[in-house]
């Protein structure tokens, strides 16, 4: 049996970190819940699965190119030194080694044929092909996976792969809805929202590297109880700050205004660069604040802030309409090395 997935990618539009921050509340009570306003993106994984005898794993590239894995053994061990192996198809064979180790199926055969999904750029490429993973195996095998159970595995198989992720990125599973996330402890609750208008935004591929797991180890080291003033700062700004942002974004998307959650981008990049980007270098991050300091982005946007774990990945920017958006987006494209993707809540 062969069948045909899509998973797009996500974006955090408010709330990054606050999954695996809000997690730690299962041994420290005292932190803060965690919050995140997320949409689904236009953009994603279209693929085929089928079963095989091993494992095989292969995918194109948003340029074209096309990466293909050597066939691994549907075993434990086998999956796992591969997961360990931080390679390109390491998360992947992540999931593949913990669908194995619940289920003991027996191998898959996955192809993605399309991928218009930035890699690395915090939209959740490595997400998205976490679930597509979960979700191929669930579907070739009959196994009978929930959306839930899919988001589940696909963490689990990240963090088999050494990431420190939190859940926040597999909510690609719900597709491009946009949801309203509750991390507390081991509680994960995913409510749906309604838009009350058409928000327009735009997402900046700043085109240049950051390193996540660099971000996620140095950030994860102020928690729970980390010593100083930077650590602290941190669990403050992914705490009470940053909750009372993401309530209040919320409520901006409910009645569709688009100003104020423009301007709620900017206090959460403001909160962030002040409290938080001091704990990694990698969160200094000189061309998206190039991007969002540009004058075409006063003139034709309402606020703007960082994507995902942040650092030099995407920018995104809320638009004062969508012919404004795209007047941002040949200024942005003029100027700097960048390429622009549009995205409409609503």
């Known amino acids: 049996m062969t069948v045909d997935l899509f998973v797009p990618g996500r974006l955090c539009l408010f709330g990054e970190h606050s999954d695996w921050a809000g997690a ?7 932190l803060s819940p965690g919050y995140c306003l997320v949409a689904g993106t236009d953009q994603g994984l279209r693929a085929t699965a089928a079963g095989a005898d091993v494992v095989e794993l292969a995918t194109v590239l948003p340029d074209g190119s096309r990466r293909t894995a050597p066939p691994i053994a549907p075993a434990v061990p086998a999956l796992d030194a591969v997961a360990r192996g931080g390679g390109f198809f390491s998360y992947a064979a992540g999931v593949a080694a913990e669908i194995v180790a619940r289920f003991g199926t027996r191998g898959l055969r996955l192809d993605v044929v399309t991928n218009d999904l930035p890699v690395g750029k915090g939209l959740s490429s490595s997400a998205a092909i976490c679930v597509l993973v979960a979700r191929a195996f669930g579907r070739v095998h009959g196994l009978g996976l929930s959306v839930r159970d899919e988001m589940e595995i696909a963490w689990a198989g990240e963090r088999r792969a050494g990431s420190q992720c939190g859940l926040m990125d597999q909510v690609c599973a719900y597709g491009r809805a946009t949801t309203f996330l509750t991390f507390d402890g081991a509680r994960f609750d995913v409510e749906p929202v309604t838009v009350g208008g058409a928000i327009h935004l735009l997402v900046v591929d700043l085109r240049r590297a950051k390193d996540t797991r660099r971000i996620l180890a140095d950030l994860n080291a102020c928690f729970p ?10 669990r403050e700004a992914l705490g009470p700050l ?19 959650l423009g301007a709620l981008m900017r206090e959460a990049q403001f909160t962030f660069d002040r409290l938080i980007a001091p704990a990694c270098p990698e969160l200094r991050a000189p061309r998206l604040h190039e991007v969002l300091a540009h004058p075409a982005l006063r003139e034709l946007g309402w606020g703007g802030k960082g994507v995902g774990s942040q650092g030099d990945g995407c920018a995104q920017v809320v638009a004062r309409g969508a012919a404004e958006r795209d007047e941002l987006a040949t200024a942005l494209t003029r100027d700097f090395d960048v390429a622009c993707l549009s995205l409409t809540v609503a």
């Not at 730690?24 to 005292?30: A, I, L």
């Not at 940053?242 to 104020?260: F, P, Q, S």
């Open 24 to 30: 730690y509340r299962r041994t420290h009570p005292s």
């Open 225 to 234: 109880e980390a010593q100083g003033p930077v650590a602290a700062g941190v």
């Open 242 to 260: 940053k909750a009372r942002i993401v309530v209040e974004a919320r409520g901006a998307l409910t009645h569709g205004d688009a100003a104020a």
